[in-house]
T-cell receptor, first 112, second 118 residues
Framework: KQEVTQIPAALSVPEGENLVLNCSFT??????LQWFRQDPGKGLTSLLL?????REQTSGRLNASLDKSSGRSTLYIAASQPGDSATYLC???????????FGGGTRLMVKP | GAGVSQSPRYKVAKRGQDVALRCDPI?????LFWYQQALGQGPEFLTY????????KSGLPSDRFFAERPEGSVSTLKIQRTQQEDSAVYLC????????????????FGPGTRLTVL
């Protein structure tokens, strides 16, 4: 059974800092990996999707990498802003349906 | 609308009551997923449809949970005889397809329905 772990569970940083969120998974036979953002009381917003054949994806200040062999992904956020404060969730998709298995999330607080 | 919508946004039920949660996926999306999110945790998969066919219901926690998508568009998740442990946010997601490249299999989520069972 696939298990996804996110470290740290919570993170508080001053504005402007570059930061890295970590995600690890136990089964490397994944279809894709998706990073989401969740604001309190809201649904999930897709940030980046990495196919299993890819190594990284970039969108603005966000960069996500994927190392399938070691079962790891990182989300890099450059020049963090208070508006980045949210919970970040990592999810891996499996073959035959692409159902997602989620980590527990990293709760990020960026202080002005 | 352009995104996934869910209704109601909030539902309070008395223990033992039946509830029905609705999901309107993005138009044209073939795949539809239901997830359950307990407070402070990541979502957990419940069930998956491809068009009107329910291809996987392995995540449904008990036979009190039932989902349908009769015309391959709108989906309803029904919970019979609700229990306190059913209290959670129920999230619906859709994707254009389940396979193919990134354009096809990225999942888009609705705002969720927060169910509270008293």
């Amino acid at each position: 059974k696939q298990e996804v772990t996110q470290i740290p569970a919570a993170l508080s940083v001053p504005e402007g800092e570059n930061l890295v969120l970590n995600c690890s998974f136990t089964d490397s036979a994944i279809y894709n990996l998706q990073w989401f953002r969740q604001d309190p009381g809201k649904g999930l917003t897709s940030l980046l999707l990495i196919q299993s054949s890819q190594r990284e994806q970039t969108s603005g200040r966000l960069n996500a990498s994927l190392d399938k062999s070691s079962g790891r992904s990182t989300l890099y956020i450059a020049a963090s802003q208070p508006g980045d404060s949210a919970t970040y969730l990592c999810a891996v998709g499996r073959f035959a349906g692409n159902m997602l298995t989620f980590g527990g999330g990293t709760r990020l607080m960026v202080k002005p | 609308g352009a995104g996934v919508s869910q209704s109601p946004r909030y539902k309070v039920a008395k223990r033992g009551q039946d509830v029905a949660l609705r999901c309107d996926p993005i138009s044209g999306h073939v795949s539809l997923f239901w997830y359950q999110q307990a407070l402070g945790q990541g979502p957990e998969f419940l069930t998956y449809f491809q068009n009107e066919a329910q291809l996987d219901k392995s995540g449904l926690p008990s036979d009190r949970f039932f989902a349908e998508r009769p015309e391959g568009s709108v989906s309803t998740l029904k919970i019979q005889r609700t229990q306190q442990e059913d209290s959670a946010v129920y999230l619906c997601a859709s994707s254009l397809k389940a396979s193919g490249g990134a354009f096809y299999n990225e999942q888009f989520f609705g705002p969720g329905t927060r169910l509270t069972v008293l």
